[in-house]
């Protein structure tokens, strides 16, 4: 079974510009959880799908987004950006509808880079 | 809110030789569920172990095992016979158990393992 995909694995762009990360969840895996990693704050969650209801969201101001398709690939979106949005951006699915036990699978993530 | 705190940032162990990684954290909630995660060098980060509070019984797998102390808060990960391949950095995490906690991890600030041959 293929594992979490991220692309692009790493990308450069520069302040007030916006991005868009993508993540193809492990197949038959519906949840998909976005995550933020700096090394001066860690890791940071920032929203989770299901059925492409966004279902819960973390700490982090509207300039961050997301959406979950049909297929459950999820697509996050950084608008206007500044130079602290630099970082690891993982996303995680889990094959879990209503128990929620927390386990998730990570991809490798998109390192984004904010000049 | 819940914290999870790690109180060593980095740790070294020789290679074949045992290691606790230490962890504490707290919560209000009864059930919930506590992780070790392994995020090795530019790599993915992979599940260690898990373990349900309502379980008294510390998880194993294979080389790992945890110790949890539910009334003290605590939840470390001990390596045995530790492998050049376990060097990466380890994050203790936590996850209610309840609807508010889809797909939300709490992680604590990472502990770096480094073995030595």
């Known amino acids: 079974k293929a594992g979490v995909t991220q692309t692009p694995r790493y990308l450069i762009k520069t302040r007030g510009q916006q991005v868009t990360l993508s993540c193809s969840p492990i197949?038959?895996?519906?949840?998909v959880s976005w995550y933020q990693q700096t090394p001066g704050q860690g890791l940071q969650f920032l929203f989770e799908?299901?059925?492409?209801?966004?279902?819960n969201k973390g700490n982090f101001p509207g300039r961050f987004s997301g959406r979950q398709f049909s297929n459950s690939r999820s697509e996050m979106n950084v608008s206007t950006l500044e130079l602290g949005d630099s970082a690891l951006y993982l996303c995680?699915?889990?094959?879990?509808?209503?128990?929620?036990?927390?386990?998730?699978?990570f991809g490798e993530g998109s390192r984004l880079t904010v000049l | 809110a819940q914290t999870v705190t790690q109180s060593q940032p980095e740790m070294s162990v020789q290679e074949a030789e045992t290691v606790t990684l230490s962890c504490t954290y707290d919560t209000s909630e009864n059930n919930y569920y506590l992780f070790w995660y392994k995020q090795p060098p530019s790599r993915q980060m992979i599940l260690v172990i898990r373990q349900e509070a309502y379980k008294q019984q510390n998880a194993t797998e294979n080389r790992f095992s945890v110790n949890f102390q539910k009334a003290a808060k605590s939840f470390s990960l001990k390596i045995s016979d530790s492998q050049l391949g376990d060097t990466a950095m380890y994050f203790c995490?936590?996850?209610?158990?309840?609807?508010?906690?889809?797909?939300?991890?709490?992680f604590g600030q990472g502990t770096i393992l480094t073995v030595h041959p």
């Open positions: 799908y299901f059925s492409e209801t966004q279902r």
């Open positions: 995680a699915s889990s094959p879990l509808q209503a128990m929620n036990t927390g386990e998730l699978f």
């Open positions: 995490a936590f996850s209610g158990a309840g609807g508010t906690s889809y797909g939300k991890l709490t």
């Open positions: 197949s038959g895996h519906r949840s």
